[in-house]
């Protein structure tokens, strides 16, 4: 982790649950380089990373 402050963050990649294919959050990258993930729920195991530039 950074030491630099997190001011912006941009999502970089879509995240979604291997079993289902559903889409379960986004992968932001954060303005000093960090990378967290953003789940809409709870977290799932078992995940995809899209980028997103890719077609959903």
């Known amino acids: 982790m950074s030491?630099?402050?997190r001011?912006?963050?941009?999502p970089i990649m879509r995240i979604y649950a291997r079993s289902s294919g559903e889409l379960v959050g986004y992968l932001y990258?954060?303005?000093?380089g960090d990378r967290?993930?953003?789940w809409f729920g709870e977290e799932v195991h078992g995940?995809?990373?899209e980028p997103m530039g890719a077609a959903a």
Do not use: D, H, K
């Not at 001011?7 to 941009?10: N, P, Q, R, S």
């Not at 990258?29 to 000093?32: A, G, M, Y």
């Open 36 to 38: 967290e993930p953003a």
């Open 47 to 49: 995940v995809i990373y």
């Open 7 to 10: 001011l912006t963050g941009t």
């Open 3 to 5: 030491q630099s402050p």
């Open 29 to 32: 990258e954060w303005n000093n």
